[in-house]
């Protein structure tokens, strides 16, 4: 998609605006998604594949259309036969959008999942909630899984960082 604004023409890359191979201003980026809504509107809705919707919702929120981006990944979780993976980024926006209650409830169905992108997510919602042991738990149970697993490491530092005093009582 090409579109020209202010007498520059941008065109998109995976939810990238850019003029020539520069990467266009945050500013000039918002802009320009406003201006071609209705474009990505058209092009989502006749998206019918799993990965196809899931691509679409993956470029919604490079382009921080978070909501736009959890409708995608919703509506990919309805037609997915395998939904955890799917439960995960579905969880993972709502913690974006700053509802970490919703994104729990997305993954309870997958509560003993040995899957770590959703242990991760739930992890860090838990935290979010301030319900550090269950958050703490988890995160262990993703590195167990997946050893050198960076995103659980770091939930432990976060965990760690948030409730210090007592981190180690938290067995």
């Known amino acids: ?21 520069k990467k266009a201003p945050q500013l000039v980026q918002d802009d320009l998604n406003k ?7 058209e092009q989502e809705e006749s998206l019918s594949d799993v990965a196809d919707v899931i691509k679409a919702s993956e470029i919604a929120e490079k382009r921080r259309d978070f909501i736009r981006a959890l409708v995608l990944a919703r509506r990919a ?7 955890v993976g799917v439960a995960a980024r579905v969880s993972n926006l709502f913690r974006k959008l700053g509802k970490s209650e919703e994104a729990l409830q997305w993954t309870e169905p997958y509560s003993r999942t040995t899957h770590v992108p959703l242990l991760n997510t739930r992890s860090a919602s ?10 703490k738990k988890l995160a262990e149970r993703s590195l167990a899984i997946s050893p050198g697993n960076t995103e659980a490491s770091a939930l432990l530092k976060r965990i760690k960082s948030e ?7 938290l067995f």
């Open 35 to 41: 201006a071609a809504k209705d474009d990505f509107l």
């Open 77 to 83: 979780y309805e037609l997915a036969n395998f939904k």
């Open 126 to 135: 838990f935290a979010d909630i301030g319900e550090y042991l269950q958050a």
């Open 163 to 169: 409730y210090p005093g007592a981190y180690y009582d």
């Open 1 to 21: 998609m090409h579109i020209t604004f202010n007498g520059t023409e941008y065109r998109l890359q995976d939810g990238i605006w850019f003029t020539g191979y």
